[in-house]
């Protein structure tokens, strides 16, 4: 949103924004999640992040990190060529 005042224009940013994402999932770990969701009382998105975060600890050679800005900085042993990612596109 942007507006005009004295011939200066003025951009408000917002940084506080939720944002919606669809996952793939097998039924099986759809319906442990909404066990746990359910049983703990909590949303089944924050239960999903949660086991994300707490499986990413367990490895040693990747992690996962925010930035100052709000943004995932993901940091692994070797860095990832355009052969890892044609090998990726090739299993889909």
Do not use: H
């Not at 940084?15 to 066990?35: F, Q």
């Amino acid at each position: 949103m942007s507006s005009r005042r004295g011939g200066k224009c003025f951009v408000r940013w917002c940084y506080y924004v939720v944002v919606r994402t669809t996952l793939d999932i097998s039924d099986e770990a759809y319906y442990i999640a909404k066990a746990i969701a359910r049983d703990q009382n909590r949303s089944l998105g924050r239960v999903v992040g949660d086991l994300i975060l707490q499986s990413s600890k367990g490895a040693k050679s990747a992690s996962i990190e925010m930035s100052d800005y709000g943004f995932p900085i993901f940091r692994c042993d070797r860095p990832v060529t355009t052969e890892d990612v044609k090998a990726l596109d090739d299993e889909e």
